[in-house]
Structure formats: C-alpha cells, structure tokens
C-alpha cells in the first residue's frame, strides 16, 4: 500500500511529480499542435514548439525511473534535463522530489530553492515548489519553519488567482505542526524531570 509504506507526504509528492510533467507536456503539447496540424508521429524539437523538446524528454525519463523507485537514475537524468535547461523551474524542481526519495533532503531542499527563483512566472510551478518546501520542513521537525513556510505558501495560493493551490491545506498542516510543537514541549519537561529524579536518586546513593 502506497499511502502505508510512504505516508500523506510521499502520496502528495507523487501527485504533484506527476501534475507538474503532465502540465509541462501540455504546454509542449499547445505549442505543438500551433505550429503542425497534422503531425502524427513523434517529433522531438530543441525549442519544443512542433515536437517534444529534448529537455522534457529527459523528464519523462527521469519520471519513470522515479516511479519505478530506480531514484540515483532519476536524479542522473533530471540533471541532464538541467544542463538542457538550466533555467527552467521544472527540472529543478522534479531533481529535488528524486533527492527526496533518495533520502538526500539537504540535496532537495538546495533544488527547490533554485526551482523557486526560476518559478517567478509559473504560478503553478511556484505553488508547487513553496508547498513541497513546507512539507520537507514538517519531515525535518523544523516547526516554526514549517509554519513560516505554510503561510508562505498560503500567501501565495491567495494572492495568485492562476496557482490552482489548495487554500485549506496550509490551515490543517499549522494545527499539526501547532500540537507537534506542544507535545513536543511536554516531552521535554518529562525528559528533564527525569533527568533531575536520576541525578537525585544518584546523589543519596553516594
């Protein structure tokens, strides 16, 4: 089972490593079909307006290998969609959801950050990079970064009307991490209390 093996965060990585190709495509796609009515084969085109271009290639490649959890190869070729496009968002931000998975959060945090200063003018993208950022913060335990970084987020969705975000979602992610920070605090005092019941147990047995 997907959802028990990965948990919500892994289920919404999928989903928006998969959207953020498919969105790609379609706009190769649009370009495509502008510039041939009638192309019937695949065609591949460096500028991607009469046929796939060589760097969304490299990104479904890269998609398969990450699907089939092969994640070295697809971090190998998201890079290689890079150096074909070092400045579209798209290629930094699928090489940090394969750094994720390959447990190299460091690595994907690095990648995000460079798929947000390429994002400026897709709305989406850059929705998709702010939330995944958030998440990535919640798994590292960094509450109060997270909690920046899902108003970020919400911000955003609300300022931007093309982001196609998800409005609730930052608001349900602060009440987790807001009782996170709660228990977490508890946990703590107990840790100390014990702490102090241990050194007074071994001061008396002295």
Request: glycine share 6%; hydrophobic share 40%.
């Amino acid at each position: 089972n997907f959802i028990m093996r990965y948990g919500w965060p892994g289920l919404v990585a999928f989903g928006l490593i998969l959207s953020a190709s498919s969105l790609s495509f379609a706009d190769e796609g649009a370009e495509g079909a502008k510039g041939s009515k009638s192309a019937t084969t695949k065609r591949t085109d460096p500028k991607g307006i009469t046929g796939i271009s060589p760097f969304m290639e490299l990104i479904a490649k890269g998609s398969a290998s990450y699907v089939a959890r092969d994640y070295a190869t697809a971090v190998t070729t998201f890079q290689e969609a890079i150096q074909k496009a070092p400045s579209r968002a798209l290629g930094h931000y699928m090489l940090g959801q394969a750094f994720l998975a390959d447990k190299k959060p460091a690595e994907a945090d690095g990648a995000w950050q460079t798929a947000l200063r390429y994002a400026e003018k897709d709305p989406v993208l850059r929705a998709k990079t702010l939330f995944v950022i958030a998440d990535l913060r919640e798994q590292q335990q960094r509450w109060d970064d997270a909690l920046t970084a899902w108003k970020a987020y919400a911000d955003y969705v609300a300022s931007e009307a093309n982001a196609k975000g998800y409005p609730g979602t930052p608001t349900d992610r602060a009440r987790v991490v807001e009782k996170r920070k709660e228990l977490e605090t508890k946990y703590a005092k107990v840790k100390e209390r014990i702490a102090q019941r241990e050194q007074d147990a071994a001061a008396k047995a002295k």
